[in-house]
């Protein structure tokens, strides 16, 4: 029996149900020192003195250092890696500590390092910092304007970039439109917040240093950080231990990652440094922030025709690794699941005085979808269509595939019909529409939202993305390594580098079933730049698609040299044997078998019977670059009802269907279907970054910033539609986004349904019950 | 440097003393002092749960209680939860139905959970929803966890 297909129970979870994961933060070294950072308390301002002379006389204070101090230490600045062919990105100098300026409020300043945390902290209170305060720049369609005060004077403007993509004629589409539908979409800042804080733990041995991080690139922070540093890759190790969620928060190379480097190799101690909450909030890098103008252009049979979307992008003060390229993350997938024949985009990044925007979950993809299922749901309500005939009338068809979008996208594959159907098979829509009607009789406002959506992941093949595609100066293939021991259990180190998706679990059953071994005995490395061959880590839902194609094609070489290794022992050919229920036989003669731990026992120590032309040893290794990416789909159903004297928003159900091709472990893909929606509840209720006109972050900890609790969320249904990827031998497509993705339009579309019959027409997220209590007002004559 | 206290606390049965900073919170006693590194910190305001023991057998944020203020009591650990190599029905449920993921809130969220369960050993799916409101989850949009007490209510500690 194959272990791919079935829920198997995680490998992970026994050392976490009892305590004994292993989290930077547990991590404890031998006269380790604490780092605690001081930080602006300005959004924007000259720094016009630093005094650290009390905070050095503080108990357990080992040193303290300004910026101008550590100038030196500093090789390079945090890098931005998106250099698009013919545009020019403003990119500031950006380092760990600032010298001059800051640009927003948590910008550090200076560090104190201590043999206690607490010590720290108390001395970081005694470190003096005295601002000259500069105007703030906080909202960004108001920086674009003439005469905004400047984020970089140096630039002289707040625009960071233009970037624009387009296919098919939008003007002889608007032109010819029948109907026309704009709008316009904000979609506000949030924030990752994984519930483990980051913390980055440095050592210095001599010439060779270790970083533990809560990263989910360390292979990524190995290159940026011995750059940064000047320290050789081969001298420098980093180490993802279990990291506590990630959600593209911990997509990153931070200030603090290099700062506790800088400051090991110059105090020859291990160094930690441990994130408050509040940091987290304010200088773990937030996520979305775009405003969105959208035209829809269609025939009056609901045919759309083209489709325009203008995006102004609020990217904070600094360029953080990946910052201005997100907001067109999402361009691939700018017109959604349909057959749209003419798309014209077009991308403004914006500096504010505010902390810089990178990925988060979904990263680009969910503010796409937010759009183009909002807007077809206005298209329908314009036409006085259904809005779900509207969205069957202009479907990708199953027939069409590969289908070549207007922007020369290949969507791989896809049954955008049949998901529409299922979905419907769980939700009764007449019967809901009775019930709706019934209910707001009794005053009760129901309303339910669709989204029918699409998403390109699988980052990603090196030519479409690379310095001579879109221009990230990276690759994105995959590597992989599978060592079989002379026992006959197997090592595989994987280049990507989970926290939280179990993949621990789901590559050991890929593997097992390719090698023959039980999957048990199947233990997945990853995340130690010392273990294993360079790697692109795990972000935009590619550790299967991409990381776990390489393992199987890893798996199969050594499947290969089992197979020889097999044959020449029991005098067959190497295609006459055959891998049946954890035994290599020859074909015909299931009596004539070998086990995986005999062969192996054969590869290490090999009898002479083994021809001179076979090596010893059981490794090989695969690397893996996709020719396409992966486009998973799915439809969505969420029901809202909307208590209209308090304006609270309570989801009553939520009914997804999604197709990621077959999935290796089916309880892994609901788990990470659940968690990616309630993301994305999480943003449409509840959470917001919120800035205050003078650029004070007013949404510093979990008291402000709401994340979902269990009593907010509704249980899920969910199913799921089967249409393999043909890019990859697996057929498997990215699941760990989808749902953030999918439901947030969903959502809104299920708020305006349920205001409808209360006169309100449009209201951005959050839909937190001031906003929808005040909506509901303004909308019926009365104060808001 | 404060003020330093002498404390003695029974954690996971075992009598434990030390010489404390009057400020230092329980949880970074366990952690640091003692090594149980398997009670986490989130946040910085009690919201998120993941520091979650149990004191004198009842669910506490042990980042919002002194190392101090539990001096004679009894302290319960994640470690301490299930007696050594066997699982508490709740470990036991969790893993049966994928109720984690990236794993931090979940010694927190268990604790919790078990004083719930103590509480009102069979509790309705909003009883679940409510009871552990105080615990915070990134990974799991919560319905597994939900299914994990279900299934773990009403069964005995395992020896």
Redesign the interface.
């Known amino acids: 029996m194959t272990s791919v297909g079935q829920?198997l129970?995680?490998k992970?979870?026994?050392?976490?149900?009892?305590?004994?994961?292993?989290?930077t933060?547990?991590i404890?070294l031998p006269g380790m020192l604490h780092a605690v950072l001081i930080r602006s308390t300005h959004a924007h301002a000259t720094i016009t003195s630093i005094d650290t002379s009390g905070a050095k006389e503080h108990?357990?204070v080992v040193a303290v250092y300004t910026g101008e101090e550590l100038a030196g230490d500093f090789a390079g600045p945090i890098p931005m890696v998106w250099a698009p062919p013919g545009v020019e990105i403003n990119t500031p100098e950006h380092w760990p500590l600032k010298r001059g300026e800051v640009k927003h409020v948590g910008d550090p300043v200076a560090v104190v390092v201590a043999t206690s945390r607490?010590?720290a902290f108390?001395a970081a209170e005694a470190v003096l910092v005295r601002y000259d305060a500069k105007p703030a720049v906080i909202d960004p369609e108001k920086a674009l304007e003439d005469g905004s005060p400047l984020v970089w004077d140096s630039f002289g403007t707040n625009k960071t970039h233009e970037w624009a993509v387009a296919g098919g004629d939008f003007d002889a589409a608007l032109a010819e439109a029948e109907v026309t539908v704009e709008a316009r979409y904000v979609n506000h800042r949030v924030s990752g917040?994984?519930?483990?804080?980051r913390c980055s733990v440095a050592e210095a041995r001599a010439d060779k240093f270790t970083l533990w991080s809560t990263t989910q690139v360390p292979h990524i922070a190995r290159f940026v950080l011995g750059g940064m540093l000047g320290i050789p890759e081969d001298k420098l190790r980093v180490v993802a231990p279990?990291?506590?969620?990630g959600?593209g928060a911990k997509l990153q190379v931070y200030a603090e990652e290099a700062l506790v480097l800088a400051l090991a190799k110059r105090l020859g101690r291990p160094v930690k440094w441990t994130e408050?909450?509040?940091e987290h909030m304010t200088t773990s890098h937030h996520g979305r922030d775009q405003i969105n103008h959208i035209t829809l252009t269609a025939k009056r049979d609901g045919t759309v025709t083209g489709c325009r979307a203008r995006v102004v992008a609020d990217l904070g003060a600094y360029q953080q690794l990946l910052t201005p390229f997100i907001p067109e993350l999402g361009f691939p997938v700018m017109g959604g699941c349909y057959a749209i024949p003419s798309i014209d985009l077009h991308f403004t990044g914006v500096f504010t005085n505010k902390m810089p925007t990178d990925a988060i979950r979904g990263a680009g993809r969910p503010e796409a979808t937010y759009w183009i299922e909002l807007t077809m749901d206005k298209l329908a309500r314009e036409l006085g269509m259904d809005p779900l005939e509207v969205r069957r009338k202009n479907f990708i068809r199953k027939d069409q595939f590969p289908f070549e979008t207007a922007l020369g996208i290949v969507y791989d594959s896809g049954d955008y019909h049949a998901s529409l159907d299922r979905l419907l098979e769980h939700f009764d829509l007449d019967e809901f529409r009775s019930e709706q009607a019934s209910l707001r009789e009794q005053g009760i406002y129901r309303g339910v939202g669709f989204s029918t959506w699409v998403e390109v992941c699988g980052l990603a093949p090196s030519r479409a993305v690379g310095p001579q595609g879109v221009g990230l100066q990276a690759a994105f293939y995959e590597s992989a390594n599978v060592r079989v021991t002379p026992t006959g259990s197997a090592i595989v180190y994987s280049g990507v580098s989970p926290?939280?998706?179990?993949i621990d679990t789901s590559f050991a059953q890929i593997a097992g079933d390719i090698l023959g071994i039980d999957p048990q005995n199947v233990e997945i490395l990853h995340g130690d730049t010392d273990q294993g061959a360079w790697g692109w880590d795990t972000y935009g839902s590619r550790s299967l698609s991409v990381g776990g194609e390489a393992l199987a094609r890893a798996a199969r070489k050594v499947q290969e040299k089992a197979k020889r290794i097999c044959a020449a022992l029991l005098e067959a050919a190497p295609e006459d044997i055959e891998l049946e229920d954890g035994k290599y036989h020859v074909k015909g003669y299931p009596e004539k078998s070998m086990t995986m731990a005999e062969i192996s026992g054969a590869a290490h120590i090999p009898p002479n019977e083994l021809p001179a032309d076979i090596e010893p040893g059981l490794e090989e290794s695969s690397f893996y670059d996709p020719e396409n990416f992966v486009f998973p789909f799915g439809a969505h159903a969420c029901v809202v009802d909307i208590d209209a004297e308090t304006g609270k928003v309570t989801v009553v159900r939520y009914v997804a269907v999604d197709d990621c091709g077959p999935a290796i472990n089916p309880?892994?893909v609901?788990?990470q279907v659940?968690?990616?929606?309630?993301?994305a509840i999480g943003q449409a209720l509840y959470e917001q970054i919120h800035y205050d006109d003078a650029g004070q972050l007013v949404t510093s900890?979990?008291?402000d910033y709401a994340?979902p609790?269990?009593?907010e969320?509704p249980?899920?249904e969910t199913d799921r539609t089967e249409t393999p990827s043909p890019t990859n031998s697996l057929g498997v497509k990215g699941i760990g986004e989808a749902?953030t993705i999918a439901a947030t339009p969903a959502v809104a579309s299920a708020v305006m349904d349920a205001l409808q019959p209360l006169g309100v027409e449009w209201l951005d997220m959050p839909f937190t019950p001031l906003r929808v209590y005040e909506a509901i007002q303004a909308a019926q004559g009365g104060a808001s | 440097m404060g003020a330093t206290v002498r404390i003695g606390v029974t954690v996971n049965g075992e009598r434990r003393e030390s010489e404390v900073e009057a400020r230092t919170l329980l949880v970074y006693w366990l952690r640091d002092e003692l090594g149980l590194t398997g009670t986490h910190v989130g946040c910085d305001t009690t919201n998120c749960g993941a520091c979650t023991v149990h004191l004198n057998g009842e669910a506490v944020k042990s980042c919002t209680v002194l190392a101090a203020q539990a001096d004679g009591a009894e302290v319960t650990t994640i470690e301490g939860l299930a007696p050594e190599g066997g699982l508490h029905p709740l470990q036991d449920a969790f893993w049966e139905k994928h109720g984690l993921q990236c794993g931090f809130c979940t010694p927190g969220m268990i604790m919790a959970a078990a004083d719930l369960l103590q509480r009102n050993p069979s509790p309705s799916d909003e009883e679940i929803r409510h009871g552990l409101e105080g615990n915070l989850c990134r990974c799991t949009g919560y319905h597994n966890i939900v299914e994990a007490v279900k299934a773990a209510a009403g069964k005995e500690v395992s020896a």
């Open positions: 829920s129970k995680r992970e979870d026994p050392r976490m149900i009892t305590g004994r994961g292993q989290y933060e547990d404890q108990a357990g607490g010590a108390d917040a994984p519930i483990e804080p279990d990291v506590g969620g959600f408050t909450r509040s926290h939280g998706q179990g309880m892994l609901d788990g659940h968690g990616g929606i309630t993301h900890t979990f008291v994340l609790t269990a009593a969320i249980k899920f749902g």
